[in-house]
């Protein structure tokens, strides 16, 4: 992917998630695992996060409240534009977190449209890398697709 692209991709996503704020509860549990993510997010600077400092924090795709994951979303999706070798795991729990959801909502169910359709974008990006297998992707599809019809 060139550079303009990945510019594009970012403003894109940027744009779409504008409307989201950040949340008061960050974590569902009070266990040590999701104090740790409460704590770090809690002061969370998008400005000063590096895709290390998400990479580490990862699990609050999975730990996270609702409000949480919509919030953060655009902040590991990014950092996967940024640097999908720097990023990680995070790409593949992103897609996890989205197709595991599919049932109750929890964590996509606050998505609004236009978050649903960049969220779409970014896993076509995923797909352009080369690095995510089909049922993970067709998996994240599956579950999206339930959440435009809703």
């Avoid at 998630?17 to 704590?39: D, M, Y």
């Avoid at 599809?141 to 339930?146: I, N, T, V």
């Amino acid at each position: 992917m060139t550079t303009k692209t990945e510019e594009q991709m970012k403003s894109w996503i940027k744009a779409a998630f504008s409307s989201a704020r950040k949340p008061t509860e960050i974590t569902r549990c009070p266990c040590e695992e999701c104090r740790s993510l409460q704590r770090f997010f809690s002061n969370f600077e998008s400005d000063t996060a590096s895709v290390n400092d998400l990479r580490n924090h990862e699990t609050l795709l999975i730990h996270g409240t609702a409000e949480a994951f919509r919030f953060f979303l655009p902040y590991f999706m990014i950092a996967s534009v940024e640097g999908l070798n720097e990023a990680g795991a995070i790409p593949d729990l992103m897609l996890f977190a989205i197709s595991t959801d599919a049932d109750d909502r929890y964590r996509t169910g606050l998505l609004a449209a236009s978050e649903i359709v960049c969220v779409n974008q970014f896993i076509d990006f995923l797909v352009a890398s080369g690095d995510h297998s089909d049922d993970e992707v067709s998996a994240a599809r599956d579950s999206l697709s339930l959440l435009e019809h809703k």
